[in-house]
């Protein structure tokens, strides 16, 4: 029969007729062939149920030429083996997935030891550079005193010393200690201020050398060493007031002195305004807008430190991976927009269907993931039906309600690492979806 006429027999309601070289039967979806449960109502959204031949109008209707065949259970233990499931594209992949590009936020963000490190060779890189600049005057202008006086091996010396402190900061393997960083743009400025005024100099470009200290302190180090520095950096100028010689030294000093403080308040309002957009975009970061819950970056990273947890403690760690049920026979019937209102109630009502410790995740279009620390294999199946009654139930209050499948495994009863973990709840999970859904499924034990 050509596809025209195929296709008008279908849409009158009318079955093919059988292939001439066999026995009449009647029509049902072409797929592989598979036990069904025997519990499980037929699926009328899933054309692909078996129908029972008895039924003529199941008989006479095929399905949907656009529609895939649904894959079946596996055969029970001691049964003929069955045709090889079809590849199902979840949006939940089967093996551990390949990390995410990282967002603006993330490459921001530092731990502790990266920010000292990177305090670190940056106060390496200022001393090298301010001590070689003063080396490299000093060499081509001399002092006043003469080439080779005492006034002149003085600030050689110092920037001799600027040039190796900064070295040995460049070449540490790791970050200074907490406190010798702390102390570093306060010894600086006094490294500054020393030669300063054993000549008796008040030049006022030695003496903006001293705002570089605070700057460091302010944008790098906490706010209460900046407070401080900025004190030991007044009086190193008050030093060089007393001791210079030249004339209008007072004005200098106090326009300096002013500059520097206002650079201070200035860098740390930066530094606040910065912090906060860091702590905004890494939340953003992180979260699903439309179910304010966390995303698959959040989620995946808190099951890598629940997984290395359960390698030191041993608890067992539980996860279900739980899916709307015909989800998209709401978007295709009442629109995306009842699908997204759906998706934020489910959003709301999940947070508290468990633990406060548990971690809830939408990790794909309509499915979540609930990560489950120190709950064992029992717990976690009562939990997870009680969670697939409650949103049967509260759902019913809905515009659309709707039901979940929910798949069960844990460690170290159904897997032995996380990659097995995920694939484990999620072949759970499809057989919830093939057994008839508004089930729960559960991982079988490794042993």
């Known amino acids: 029969m050509s596809d025209e006429r195929r296709r008008a027999s279908n849409e009158d309601g009318v079955s093919d007729p059988p292939p001439e070289s066999g026995p009449a039967s009647p029509a049902r979806p072409v797929g592989p062939a598979g036990p069904a449960s025997s519990d499980s109502p037929a699926d009328p959204a899933h054309p692909t149920s078996p129908a029972s031949p008895a039924d003529p109008a199941r008989s006479v209707s095929p399905p949907s030429p656009v529609s895939p065949p649904s894959p079946v259970s596996p055969p029970s233990p001691g049964s003929p083996a069955a045709p090889a499931r079809p590849v199902r594209h979840r949006s939940w992949p089967r093996g551990r997935p390949r990390p995410p590009d990282p967002s603006v936020a993330v ?3 530092r731990t502790e030891h990266e920010s000292r490190l990177f305090a670190t060779r940056f106060a390496g890189r200022l001393l090298v550079l301010g001590a070689s600049l003063g080396m490299i005057l000093t060499l081509i202008l001399g002092v006043p005193a003469g080439t080779f006086s ?11 010393l600027g ?8 070449l540490l393997p790791g970050p200074a200690p907490d406190p ?8 600086s400025a006094l490294l500054i201020t020393t030669p300063m005024a054993l000549n008796h100099n008040n030049a006022a470009d030695g003496m903006l050398l001293l705002t570089w200290p605070v700057l460091f302190a302010a944008y790098l180090l906490p706010r209460r060493t900046a407070y401080w520095t900025l004190l030991v950096v007044i009086g190193c100028l008050a030093v060089v007031l007393a001791e210079g010689t030249g004339p209008g030294r007072f004005t200098v000093w106090v326009e300096i002195t002013a500059s520097v403080i206002l650079t201070l308040v200035v860098i740390l309002h930066v530094r606040a305004q910065a912090d906060r957009l860091k702590r905004v975009l890494a939340q953003q970061a992180r979260t699903d807008p439309l179910t304010g819950l966390g995303n698959r970056r959040a989620f995946d990273e808190a099951m890598d430190r629940e997984i290395a947890r359960h390698r030191r403690t041993r608890a067992p760690l539980s996860l279900l991976a739980v899916d709307v049920d015909h989800f998209k026979l ?21 947070p508290r269907l ?44 809905w515009a659309h309600k709707v039901t979940v499948s929910v798949g069960v495994a844990t460690l170290p009863d159904s897997a032995s690492t996380m990659t097995d973990l995920v694939i484990a709840a ?18 079988p034990d490794r042993s």
């Open 180 to 187: 010798v960083l702390k102390a570093t743009p306060a010894l």
């Open 163 to 170: 040039v190796a402190w900064g070295t040995v900061y460049l």
């Open 330 to 350: 709401i978007n295709d019937t009442w629109g995306h927009a009842a699908g997204d209102e759906t998706l934020a109630s489910l959003g709301d009502l999940l």
């Open 107 to 109: 490459l921001w963000e």
């Open 426 to 443: 999620d072949l759970a999970l499809y057989a919830a979806k093939e057994s008839g859904r508004d089930r729960i499924r559960a991982a």
């Open 150 to 160: 005492s006034s002149w091996w003085s600030l050689i010396g110092a920037c001799a």
């Open 354 to 397: 468990v633990r406060a410790g548990d971690v809830i995740g939408r990790i794909g279009g309509e499915e979540f993931g609930v990560l489950m620390p120190d709950c064992g294999h029992a717990q976690a199946l009562a939990r997870a039906d009680s969670l697939r009654a409650e949103v049967s139930a509260v759902s019913g209050t």
